[in-house]
C-alpha cells in the first residue's frame, strides 16, 4: 500500500489472499492508508467478516465477504456462511459487497434472504472455472438468483465463467422463458404461457 492512488480508481485490497489473516495492527494502517484517498475505493473481501467489526472504516472502503452458498461444505477453514452471513447484517458501513464464487449448491430463498438483510451495494457471482468438482447449484437456480437479487442490488456483477452454468437453462418450447423447478419438476414460470405452473394434484405431494 506505498504507491498512490487516483481519483476514481477502484482498487482490491488483498493481503496473503485473505485480508482477515492481516495482522491488527498492519490492517490498521492500511485503514488509514485507505482515508488519506478519500477519492479512490477500496474494494475488502475476506472470508472472515467478522474481523471488520472491531475496526472502523471510511466511507470510501467497500466491505466485502465471500457467501458462495449457505450450506456449510467440508474443505474450508473459513467460519460459516451463517455467520458470515451475521457479521454482515451486523456490519454498520454503507458500503457492504458480497462475492459468490465459486458459486456452490445453495437454498434460493435463504440466499436472497440473506443478501436483502446484508443490503450490499454489490454483488459479483462466478462460478468454479477450474474444475474443481465442486457441487454446483442448478442452472435455474443461478439465473433465479441473479433476477432475484436485481430487484434490490444496484449492481450484480456476472463473472465471464457463469456464462457455463447459465447456458444450461432449460428453456419453455412454448414461450422460450427460463424453465424453474417446483416440487419437483420443471415448470414455465411466464404467467401468459399455458404451460405457467402446471398444478400439481395432492396426492403426489
Ligand atoms: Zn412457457
Known amino acids: 500500500m506505498s504507491k498512490k492512488f487516483k481519483p476514481g480508481e477502484f482498487v482490491a ?9 492481516a495482522q491488527n495492527e498492519e490492517f490498521q494502517r492500511i ?10 475505493r477500496f474494494l475488502f473481501c475476506t472470508k472472515n467478516p467478522a474481523r471488520y467489526l472491531s475496526l472502523e472504516f471510511p466511507d470510501n472502503c467497500v466491505l466485502g465477504a465471500t457467501i458462495e452458498s ?3 461444505y467440508s474443505g474450508t477453514k473459513a467460519p460459516s456462511p451463517m455467520s458470515r452471513y451475521k457479521a454482515m447484517v451486523q456490519l454498520k458501513h454503507l458500503h457492504k459487497f458480497i462475492s459468490i464464487e465459486p458459486v456452490m449448491k445453495f437454498d434460493l430463498s435463504t440466499m436472497v434472504y440473506w443478501m436483502s438483510r446484508i443490503g450490499p451495494e ?6 468454479d472455472n477450474y474444475g474443481h468438482g465442486l457441487p ?4 435455474w437456480q443461478v439465473w433465479a438468483l441473479i433476477k432475484q437479487l436485481g430487484k434490490f442490488v444496484p449492481r450484480i456483477i456476472q463473472k465471464p465463467g457463469l456464462d457455463r452454468i447459465l447456458g444450461k437453462v432449460e428453456r419453455c418450447g412454448l414461450c422460450g422463458e427460463v424453465m424453474i423447478k417446483i416440487i419437483g419438476s420443471m415448470v414455465c414460470d411466464n404467467k401468459t404461457c399455458q404451460r405457467y405452473r402446471q398444478p400439481v394434484p395432492k396426492s403426489r405431494r
Open 136 to 139: 454446483e447449484p442448478e442452472p
Open 70 to 72: 449457505d450450506v456449510i
Open 13 to 21: 485490497v488483498s493481503l496473503m489472499g485473505d485480508i482477515s489473516f
Open 31 to 40: 485503514i488509514d492508508r485507505t482515508s488519506k484517498f478519500p477519492e479512490t
Open 122 to 127: 454489490i454483488v459479483e457471482i462466478g462460478g
